[in-house]
Structures are given as structure tokens and as C-alpha cells.
């Protein structure tokens, strides 16, 4: 074969092996395609819409017309301690003319008079749902004329289930506001009428007897409160304290007058030959706040000084923080003894020494009744 046959045979083959692979890659394409086309249709047809199975749920419940509450149903062996009700021939109560509700005598609890309110095919004046048993309890009103003017409680229903020989418990989590013009509180969905008075169910027993109950433990509202605050303003920010004839002091300390300032009381202590650290080398000064009580907690910000007597540079110590024990603040070490004696500095003129503090904030803690 001449070399051009050759070149043209070798370039045919070519051509064909190139459309082979085309073909392959093509092929491998669709494939990979519709695998991912099936694995996303699996996964759209199989996993359930949030959205629509809520709205099913929704519609489905029987609260769905009436405001969603945290009530809770629990059974329990423990019957009511409160009051019980027990009304015989259920049904033939229940399908008598006129037969909206029976409402028990008054009983007490908490200091306040009660009422169990019982409507057997639901209260339906209050937008319960039709043929759904109700259950209220009612403060007696003439209790509330006189303070306070609420009251607050935390209120279980009961029903007994003969069948299980326990008791159904509706409550709610938190305790329920009455007052004048709203006395009552209950539920108007407790339990269909139906399933009440179906025999096989539990609820009647020994004919047509049905159980209801009620706990009401009233919450008391609190009488004893406190404040604590800062102080806001302070017209009378400086107290100062004079003590003569200092080199003949022999007590351990002294205190001055008790003054009050933004609304507490006070005294400078000084301690002559020192205080802890401070004793037989410095003079210990602190400010105690008095009156107060074993439970206080105080803030307090302030300056305290020792007047120089003959110029305006006095010995000052800052101090801002929480109580101690003893409710004061202070330093042990205020002012060395040799810079006392110093007769430069003006701290000791005439064997007088001047003392003053200047409050700039403190705490204030008001407690009711006082």
C-alpha cells in the first residue's frame, strides 16, 4: 500500500474511534443526568411539607377556633382537695329544658368564697363549642368590693374516669387574674359531651353518675417590697469634725455626732494610735453608716480628708465601694504619724486636728412596711 493510502486508512480509523467516544461520553451524560433527576423527584414525592401537615393539625383540633393556652392534662390517683361536685343521672340532667349549667354552693378557699360552674353541652354564650362539657370557677363578687381588688390563683379541674380509676386534671402553668369584671375563669372544651356520656369510656359510673372537682389555691400578692436606688441629688455634700487637745486623746477611738446625709445616717471614727496595720505608726479615720439594717448592702463614694490648716493642700483618700461587715470605709493607714507631726503640713495646729468628708454617691435602700 503507497504511503498515501496508508495516511488516509489511519485517518478514517481515527475518525471512527473519535465518534465511538462521543458516543460513550454522551451516554454517560443522560445516565448521570437522570439519576439525579430520580434521586431529586424520591426526595420532593417522599419528605412531608411543614407547611401543610401544620395546617391539617390546625384545622383538625378542636381548640382551633378558641385562643391556644398552655393547658395541660395529667392524670393523677390524688382527688381534689378543694371541692368536688358529683351530679347523678348526668344525661338526664344533661338533655333536661333548660338544662345550661349547674352551679355549686360557695365554698372557701385562699379566704374567698367559690363557685363550680358545670355546663354540660358547653357555654356556648361564651363562644364554647357546641356539646363539649365546661367548666368554670367563679369568685364570689362582694369579695372583691373590699381590697384587694384582684386576686390571683392557680385553678385544676378534675373529672374521674371510673375505667382508670384515676382522676383527669386540667390546668393551666400559671396562676389566673379575677377581679370585678371578670369573676370567673375556666375552659370551654373540658371534654365532648359524647364521649362523657358513652358508657364505655369511664366517665359514667355506678349508672349515670359523673365526678367533677376543682383546686383553687390562691396566690397571695405580695405586701413586703423594697427599693434600692442611688442617690440623686445631695444639697449637703460635706460634714466636717473637729478634735481638740489631739496628744492627750488616750481611747482607742472616737466617734463623732451621728448627722444624716441624703437620707442615712453617719459618723467619722478615727482611731488616734492606729487601726490593724495601721496601730503605733499611722492615724486610721473611716466613715461607718449607722441605723442600717443586718441585711443592707451600700454603695458608697466619697472623699475623706484631713484639713490642712494652713494651706489648701489637704490629705485626701478616695473611697467607692460595697459595705463590709461593718459598714464602714476607710483606710488603716490614712496618714503616717511623722507626716501628722509634721508641722509643715498643717495637719496638726493648736493640737487640733480637722477632719471632713465629702459624699458624692452612695445606695439607699427603702424597705415596705418599713
Known sequence: MSEKGLIKKEDHMFQEEKRKTNYGAIGLACFISCFFAFQFMKIVTTQPSTTTTSSIAVIDSPMSSHKLSDRREI???????????????????????????????????????????????????????LN?????????????LNSPKEVYAEVKFFIYNRKEDKYLTYQETDAKRFFLFKPYWGYGNVRAYADVANPNAGWLFDGENVLFG??????????????????????DRLYKWTLPNFSSLEKQYYVSD???????????????????????????????????????????????RIINQRDSKHMEKKVESWSDQANSWGFQKFVPFADLKDTSKGLLVNDTLK???EFEDFSNTKYFPS
Open 75 to 129: 392524670w393523677r390517683v390524688i382527688p381534689p382537695s378543694t371541692y368536688c361536685l358529683k351530679i347523678e343521672s348526668f344525661i338526664k340532667f344533661a338533655t333536661s329544658p333548660n338544662a345550661e349549667k349547674y352551679e355549686s354552693r360557695p365554698f372557701e378557699s385562699g379566704g374567698y368564697n367559690w363557685t363550680l360552674i358545670v355546663y354540660p353541652k358547653g357555654n356556648i354564650k361564651e363562644g364554647a363549642p
Open 132 to 144: 363539649y362539657v365546661s367548666m368554670y370557677v367563679q369568685i364570689d363578687n362582694s369579695t372583691l
Open 214 to 235: 376543682v383546686d383553687v389555691f390562691v396566690t397571695e400578692v405580695f405586701n413586703k417590697w423594697e427599693v434600692f436606688s442611688f442617690t440623686k441629688s445631695l444639697h
Open 258 to 304: 451621728k448627722f444624716v446625709i441624703g437620707g442615712r445616717s453617719w459618723v467619722l471614727k478615727v482611731y488616734p494610735s492606729g487601726d490593724g496595720e495601721g496601730q503605733g505608726n499611722s492615724l486610721s479615720l473611716y466613715v461607718v453608716a449607722v441605723d442600717v439594717k443586718p441585711y443592707d448592702k451600700i454603695y458608697l463614694k466619697a472623699k475623706l
Open 355 to 357: 477632719m471632713e468628708i
